[in-house]
Protein backbone atom coordinates (compact mmCIF):
# COMPACT_ATOMS: atom_id res chain seq x y z
CA UNK A 1 0.00 0.00 0.00
CA UNK A 2 0.99 3.58 -0.27
CA UNK A 3 3.11 4.94 1.80
CA UNK A 4 3.35 8.18 3.44
CA UNK A 5 2.88 11.29 1.00
CA UNK A 6 4.36 14.63 1.38
CA UNK A 7 3.98 17.59 -1.21
CA UNK A 8 5.91 19.45 -2.43
CA UNK A 9 9.07 17.58 -1.86
CA UNK A 10 10.94 21.19 -2.41
CA UNK A 11 10.08 24.16 -2.34
CA UNK A 12 12.00 27.64 -2.35
CA UNK A 13 10.22 30.71 0.13
CA UNK A 14 11.36 34.40 0.58
CA UNK A 15 12.04 35.69 3.78
CA UNK A 16 8.25 36.68 5.02
CA UNK A 17 6.31 34.46 3.12
CA UNK A 18 4.01 31.63 4.28
CA UNK A 19 4.08 28.28 3.09
CA UNK A 20 1.96 25.03 3.52
CA UNK A 21 3.10 21.92 3.29
CA UNK A 22 0.70 18.69 3.24
CA UNK A 23 0.91 14.83 4.59
CA UNK A 24 -1.22 12.36 3.12
CA UNK A 25 -0.52 8.98 5.60
CA UNK A 26 -0.95 5.80 5.14
CA UNK A 27 -5.01 4.91 4.19
CA UNK A 28 -6.12 3.78 7.65
CA UNK A 29 -3.73 5.82 9.54
CA UNK A 30 -5.40 8.12 12.01
CA UNK A 31 -2.33 9.75 13.99
CA UNK A 32 -0.18 12.18 12.29
CA UNK A 33 2.48 14.06 13.33
CA UNK A 34 5.39 16.30 11.97
CA UNK A 35 8.71 16.85 12.93
CA UNK A 36 11.03 19.77 11.92
CA UNK A 37 14.53 18.15 11.24
CA UNK A 38 18.18 20.74 10.95
CA UNK A 39 21.70 20.13 11.31
CA UNK A 40 21.86 22.26 14.33
CA UNK A 41 19.05 21.10 16.04
CA UNK A 42 17.76 17.65 14.71
CA UNK A 43 14.75 16.08 15.07
CA UNK A 44 12.06 18.16 16.85
CA UNK A 45 8.78 17.20 17.58
CA UNK A 46 6.16 19.97 15.98
CA UNK A 47 2.89 18.99 16.81
CA UNK A 48 0.89 15.32 17.01
CA UNK A 49 -3.14 15.10 15.26
CA UNK A 50 -5.37 12.30 15.92
CA UNK A 51 -9.34 12.55 14.62
CA UNK A 52 -8.97 16.34 13.83
CA UNK A 53 -7.57 17.49 17.15
CA UNK A 54 -4.31 18.26 18.26
CA UNK A 55 -3.36 16.64 21.02
CA UNK A 56 0.52 17.91 21.74
CA UNK A 57 2.50 20.24 20.67
CA UNK A 58 6.34 20.83 20.18
CA UNK A 59 8.09 24.41 21.69
CA UNK A 60 8.25 26.41 18.09
CA UNK A 61 6.21 30.07 17.99
CA UNK A 62 2.83 30.04 17.10
CA UNK A 63 4.22 30.77 13.34
CA UNK A 64 4.36 27.29 12.70
CA UNK A 65 0.29 25.86 13.13
CA UNK A 66 -1.45 22.62 11.58
CA UNK A 67 -4.52 21.30 11.22
CA UNK A 68 -5.53 17.08 10.36
CA UNK A 69 -9.05 16.75 7.87
CA UNK A 70 -11.45 14.35 8.37
CA UNK A 71 -9.82 12.14 5.91
CA UNK A 72 -6.74 12.11 7.89
CA UNK A 73 -4.72 14.02 5.55
CA UNK A 74 -2.72 17.01 7.68
CA UNK A 75 -1.24 20.26 6.47
CA UNK A 76 1.08 22.70 8.58
CA UNK A 77 1.73 26.44 8.12
CA UNK A 78 5.08 28.57 8.70
CA UNK A 79 3.65 32.48 8.43
CA UNK A 80 6.33 35.31 8.30
CA UNK A 81 9.01 32.66 7.29
CA UNK A 82 12.80 33.38 9.28
CA UNK A 83 16.52 32.02 7.50
CA UNK A 84 16.34 29.44 10.24
CA UNK A 85 12.60 28.16 9.59
CA UNK A 86 15.07 26.07 6.69
CA UNK A 87 14.91 22.51 7.37
CA UNK A 88 13.53 19.48 5.99
CA UNK A 89 9.78 18.72 7.37
CA UNK A 90 9.20 15.25 7.95
CA UNK A 91 5.35 13.91 8.78
CA UNK A 92 4.85 10.50 10.19
CA UNK A 93 1.75 8.73 10.71
CA UNK A 94 0.06 5.81 12.65
CA UNK A 95 -2.22 2.97 13.15
CA UNK A 96 -4.26 4.24 16.50
CA UNK A 97 -3.88 6.48 19.38
CA UNK A 98 -1.27 4.45 20.86
CA UNK A 99 0.24 3.04 17.50
CA UNK A 100 3.53 5.46 18.02
CA UNK A 101 4.03 3.16 20.85
CA UNK A 102 3.35 0.05 19.81
CA UNK A 103 3.69 -0.30 15.82
CA UNK A 104 6.03 2.94 15.14
CA UNK A 105 5.51 5.70 13.01
CA UNK A 106 5.65 5.58 9.24
CA UNK A 107 7.96 8.58 7.92
CA UNK A 108 7.07 10.15 4.68
CA UNK A 109 10.07 11.88 2.72
CA UNK A 110 9.96 15.05 3.73
CA UNK A 111 9.45 18.57 2.32
CA UNK A 112 13.15 20.55 2.05
CA UNK A 113 12.16 23.86 2.69
CA UNK A 114 14.71 26.53 2.05
CA UNK A 115 13.65 30.38 3.19
CA UNK A 116 16.15 32.50 0.85
CA UNK B 1 11.32 13.76 31.43
CA UNK B 2 12.53 11.58 28.70
CA UNK B 3 15.76 11.92 26.70
CA UNK B 4 18.05 9.51 24.70
CA UNK B 5 22.15 9.97 24.14
CA UNK B 6 23.69 8.54 21.01
CA UNK B 7 26.99 7.81 22.25
CA UNK B 8 28.86 8.06 18.57
CA UNK B 9 28.35 11.11 16.11
CA UNK B 10 30.66 8.71 13.97
CA UNK B 11 30.89 5.14 13.08
CA UNK B 12 33.39 3.67 10.52
CA UNK B 13 33.70 -0.25 10.11
CA UNK B 14 35.08 -2.45 7.19
CA UNK B 15 32.77 -4.12 4.90
CA UNK B 16 31.71 -7.65 6.22
CA UNK B 17 33.15 -6.52 10.29
CA UNK B 18 30.47 -5.95 13.30
CA UNK B 19 28.49 -3.16 13.68
CA UNK B 20 27.74 -1.38 17.46
CA UNK B 21 25.97 1.83 17.28
CA UNK B 22 25.49 2.86 21.24
CA UNK B 23 22.68 4.52 22.99
CA UNK B 24 21.48 5.02 26.55
CA UNK B 25 18.36 6.47 27.21
CA UNK B 26 15.99 8.34 30.29
CA UNK B 27 12.63 7.74 30.55
CA UNK B 28 10.64 8.47 34.19
CA UNK B 29 8.22 5.69 32.38
CA UNK B 30 7.81 2.73 30.89
CA UNK B 31 9.31 3.40 27.29
CA UNK B 32 9.50 2.33 23.99
CA UNK B 33 12.67 2.65 22.33
CA UNK B 34 12.78 2.75 18.52
CA UNK B 35 15.71 2.79 16.00
CA UNK B 36 15.39 4.30 12.34
CA UNK B 37 17.60 4.75 9.65
CA UNK B 38 18.21 7.82 6.72
CA UNK B 39 19.29 7.22 3.83
CA UNK B 40 20.56 11.15 1.83
CA UNK B 41 17.96 13.04 0.69
CA UNK B 42 15.20 10.53 2.32
CA UNK B 43 12.86 9.83 5.06
CA UNK B 44 13.17 7.87 7.97
CA UNK B 45 12.45 4.23 8.32
CA UNK B 46 11.90 1.56 11.10
CA UNK B 47 14.75 -1.02 11.84
CA UNK B 48 13.05 -2.40 15.08
CA UNK B 49 11.44 -1.57 18.50
CA UNK B 50 11.47 -3.03 21.60
CA UNK B 51 7.71 -2.13 23.62
CA UNK B 52 8.56 -4.44 26.48
CA UNK B 53 8.48 -7.56 25.07
CA UNK B 54 11.01 -9.74 24.34
CA UNK B 55 14.54 -7.55 25.11
CA UNK B 56 16.20 -8.60 22.38
CA UNK B 57 14.16 -7.78 19.49
CA UNK B 58 15.57 -8.35 15.65
CA UNK B 59 14.61 -6.20 12.75
CA UNK B 60 14.85 -5.76 9.02
CA UNK B 61 18.13 -5.68 7.21
CA UNK B 62 19.87 -8.96 9.66
CA UNK B 63 20.07 -5.38 12.74
CA UNK B 64 19.31 -6.38 16.21
CA UNK B 65 18.92 -4.24 19.36
CA UNK B 66 19.30 -5.51 23.32
CA UNK B 67 17.43 -3.59 25.73
CA UNK B 68 19.16 -3.60 29.37
CA UNK B 69 16.91 -1.79 31.91
CA UNK B 70 19.76 -1.95 34.32
CA UNK B 71 22.04 0.12 32.15
CA UNK B 72 19.66 1.69 30.49
CA UNK B 73 20.78 1.29 27.34
CA UNK B 74 19.23 -0.52 23.95
CA UNK B 75 22.41 -0.76 21.76
CA UNK B 76 21.96 -1.46 18.31
CA UNK B 77 24.08 -4.38 16.28
CA UNK B 78 24.78 -6.23 13.20
CA UNK B 79 26.97 -9.12 12.54
CA UNK B 80 28.47 -8.23 9.26
CA UNK B 81 28.40 -4.68 7.84
CA UNK B 82 27.62 -3.95 3.98
CA UNK B 83 28.09 -1.18 2.00
CA UNK B 84 24.13 -0.02 1.68
CA UNK B 85 24.15 0.34 5.24
CA UNK B 86 26.12 3.67 4.89
CA UNK B 87 23.53 6.10 6.63
CA UNK B 88 22.84 7.94 9.17
CA UNK B 89 20.99 6.43 12.31
CA UNK B 90 18.73 7.66 15.06
CA UNK B 91 17.69 6.20 18.83
CA UNK B 92 14.05 6.95 19.36
CA UNK B 93 12.50 6.77 22.86
CA UNK B 94 8.86 7.31 23.80
CA UNK B 95 7.05 6.96 26.90
CA UNK B 96 3.90 5.73 27.63
CA UNK B 97 2.55 8.64 29.57
CA UNK B 98 0.48 9.71 26.74
CA UNK B 99 2.90 12.62 24.97
CA UNK B 100 2.76 11.01 21.77
CA UNK B 101 5.85 12.57 20.28
CA UNK B 102 9.46 10.88 19.82
CA UNK B 103 12.63 11.74 21.66
CA UNK B 104 14.94 11.47 18.87
CA UNK B 105 18.97 10.78 19.65
CA UNK B 106 21.59 13.38 17.57
CA UNK B 107 22.16 10.60 15.49
CA UNK B 108 24.67 7.96 14.41
CA UNK B 109 27.08 8.35 10.88
CA UNK B 110 27.52 4.59 10.16
CA UNK B 111 30.29 4.92 7.45
CA UNK B 112 30.90 1.19 5.91
CA UNK B 113 34.91 0.95 4.31
CA UNK B 114 35.09 -1.54 1.25
Known amino acids: KAGVTQTPRYLIKTRGQQVTLSCSPISGHRSVSWYQQTPGQGLQFLFE???????NKGNFPGRFSGRQFSNSRSEMNVSTLELGDSALYLC???????????????FGSGTRLTVV | AQSVTQLDSHVSVSEGTPVLLRCNYSSSYSPSLFWYVQHPNKGLQLLLKYTSAATLVKGINGFEAEFKKSETSFHLTKPSAHMSDAAEYFCVVSDSSGTYKYIFGTGTRLKVLA
Open chain 1, 49 to 55: YFSETQR
Open chain 1, 92 to 106: ASSLDQRGYLTYGYT
